[in-house]
């Protein structure tokens, strides 16, 4: 029904930059929130960032002055900046969104299969 793939990941050293995006398709009516989150190695899926349908905005402390989530409404999209990396943001980060479909007046949450983000040291 509802697909969300990310791009952007790849392999970058310490105080690098990179720019994920992720993009939604199928029976979408409308997107309400949309975020990132990242599992490392060994580790719980954590939340990165989120922008809710208002427009607001929510980072993890690890990221914040660092990270900045944006979206793209009318292309279903959201990106994620990445600024002066870290080797512990070294993750898997998924796509998430809150998705209201076409075919059903309700909200349905959804992932996408992830990026690996690798920094190096």
């Known amino acids: 029904q509802v697909q969300l793939v990310e791009s952007g990941g790849g392999l970058v050293q310490a105080g690098g930059s990179l720019r994920l995006s992720c993009v939604g398709s199928?029976?979408?009516?409308?997107?309400?929130?949309m975020g990132w989150y990242r599992q490392a190695p060994g580790k719980e899926r954590e939340l990165v960032a989120v922008?809710?349908?208002?427009?607001?905005?929510n980072y993890a402390e690890s990221v914040k002055g660092r990270f900045t989530i944006s979206r793209d409404n009318a292309k279903n999209m959201v990106y994620l900046q990445m600024n002066s990396l870290k080797p512990e943001d070294t993750a898997v980060y998924y796509c998430?969104?809150?998705?209201?479909?076409?075919?059903?007046?309700?909200?349905?949450?959804?992932w996408g299969k992830g990026t690996l983000v690798t920094v190096s040291s």
């Open positions: 998430n969104a809150d998705v209201v479909l076409t075919s059903r007046p309700y909200v349905f949450n959804y």
């Open positions: 199928g029976n979408i009516f409308k997107i309400n929130a």
């Open positions: 922008s809710t349908s208002g427009a607001s905005t």
